[in-house]
């Protein structure tokens, strides 16, 4: 309900809206009136989630449980977001991290803030500068794919793919302009973020094409075999020991054994 009724979106953009009929896009629902004179609308309320975000950081990954495999679940759920909404002639074009939840248990995604999705009668007035596309003049479904890259990028490998450390050029925002994302050899990754091996090799290829070679393209339609090891520092040392990392499991090592001089480790869900 709007304290000033007159920053309301007009009525004619709920209509257009209204052709989404989607359980996973929380969308206005009910105009609500005060007599003959609009003043709010209804959505559906979704308990229990976590806000998209969240789910980047190693942190949360490995506190909440959250697998990898379940990570590229959330893609393709992402992934068919954008495409169910373009089916529709509309574009989300603010397609960032804090316009998602996730359930609980990790195995549904929900669009929000769809009032402010770009209609046929209705540009987008707003979108955020980490997942806007620095090369495009106008919002398209190109655009919005550049955006679903960035997010599905941080969700594999748990930062932004124009962050890092580059020996010259500082700023993400400058990197984004002109394209040196993390899969340059220049660029350095934080010891908190997931190897790029992790990347299934055609999603790889598709974000060294959108992110390095400007190239605007849907994703590809599902993955292929990837490994799911990730390697961080290769070396820890204190004042009493050394010790070698071998390599971090994306779940809690809960078991090794030697079999035939090679180690077989056992995790909550994997082995390796």
Known sequence: IYIDPSKMIPLQKI???SIIDNPMIIKPEQVIYDGKKALGYTMPYIHDTYTLCELFTKAFRLREGLQFD???KLILSLKEINEYVHSKKLLIVDENELNF??????NKLYAIDVDNWQTPSYPAQVIMENIKDPHAKCFSEVTDWYAFGILSFQMMVGIHPFKGKHPIVKSWQERMRKNISVFSKDVALPINAYQLDVIPDNYKCWYQAIFDQGKRLPPPNSFTDTTFVQKFATEVISAKVNIDLLFSGMDEIIKAIDVESEML???????Y
């Open 70 to 72: 379940q990570s590229l």
């Open 15 to 17: 209509k257009e809206l």
């Open 101 to 106: 939840l996730v359930s609980k248990d990790f």
């Open 265 to 271: 480790f056992y995790g909550t869900n994997n082995f």
